[in-house]
DNA sequence: ATGACATATGAGATATGA
């Protein structure tokens, strides 16, 4: 099974680049993040054409999440249990079968929390700490698990081409990293990293201004979470990289996983 | 360098991003 995640940054302004990526890399679940539309306005018949059901939790201008899958989509959560206040649409859920193997697949966009100090940085904090508990209550299914998406963390200094620029910043804190490592100290594998344990220059984001692309000025912030169920059988994880290079980019590149 | 770029909203300037 192949899932990716990919922060597309609107799914409409990027919508050719979102299709002709699905029609080279044939994706079985794709997580998307900020598709920046309400679900009425999410372009699902495009992707139907395509073969992909569409599970939407859609808001206007800011964030929104969705998952298209070959699969039908099953059991569809929208939303991150822990705080019935939090109206932004950060998290969708779903479980997909392919033939005896059903994976619980998890499409989330982590807040920025810039800046840090402040509210923002408390909202990322608390954000992460929900997700923690919702990883936990779902780990006791002992079933596959993949939780794709923007988690907005670097979390190593070899995950940015120059770390020593992040230092400030919600994405590398020391207490934004510590919380991730928290989620990985549950029994979760970070797929990109574990199967490639040394690799430096890998990266998902680069910003769009002062020429960060061209510099290969980047930083990887784009992962998968994987339960141990889900981990045993994880074979590849790949970041297309060359998407970026496109015209009409978004500035996330898709990252994806292939499980046997 | 509280900017650069890019997006959405809405019709100019502002909020957000990472």
Redesign the pocket.
């Known amino acids: 099974m192949r899932i990716a995640t990919w922060?597309v940054?609107?799914?409409?302004?990027?919508l050719e680049a979102v299709l002709a990526w699905l029609k080279e890399a044939k994706p079985d679940v794709v997580c998307l993040?900020?598709i920046?539309?309400?679900d009425q306005?999410f372009p699902a018949f495009e992707f139907e054409a395509l073969g992909y059901a569409c599970a939407i939790h859609g808001q206007?201008?800011?964030?929104g999440v969705a998952i298209l899958s070959r699969f039908a989509l099953e059991d569809v959560v929208k939303g991150l249990p822990g705080d019935p206040a939090d109206d932004?649409a950060r998290f969708i859920a779903a479980t997909v079968v392919d033939g005896s193997l059903p994976v619980r697949v998890a499409s989330l966009?982590?807040?920025?929390?810039?800046?840090a100090p402040g509210p923002?940085y408390d909202y990322k904090l608390a954000w992460m700490q929900r997700l923690k508990a919702f990883a936990v209550e779902t780990m006791k299914l002992e079933e596959p698990l993949v939780l794709c998406g923007?988690y907005?963390v670097?979390p190593e200094a070899r995950d940015a081409r120059f770390p020593e620029n992040?230092c400030n910043?919600?994405?590398f804190l020391p207490q934004t990293r510590a919380a991730f490592r928290e989620l990985e100290s549950l029994g979760l594998t970070e797929a990109y990293r574990a199967l490639h344990p040394l690799k430096t220059g890998a990266y998902s984001?680069w910003?769009?201004?002062?020429?960060a692309w061209q510099k290969d000025n980047g930083?990887r912030?784009d992962h998968h979470l994987l339960s141990p169920q889900a981990a045993d059988r994880l074979a590849a994880a790949e970041i297309h990289k060359h998407v970026r290079g496109w015209e009409?980019?978004?500035?996330?590149v898709p990252v994806m996983i292939i499980l046997k």
């Open positions: 922060n940054n609107s799914v409409k302004a990027h993040q900020e920046k539309c309400e306005a206007k201008t800011y964030n932004q966009y982590l807040p920025n929390g810039n800046p923002k923007d907005n670097i992040w910043d919600a994405l984001f910003d769009y201004q002062a020429g930083i912030i009409k980019p978004s500035d996330h």
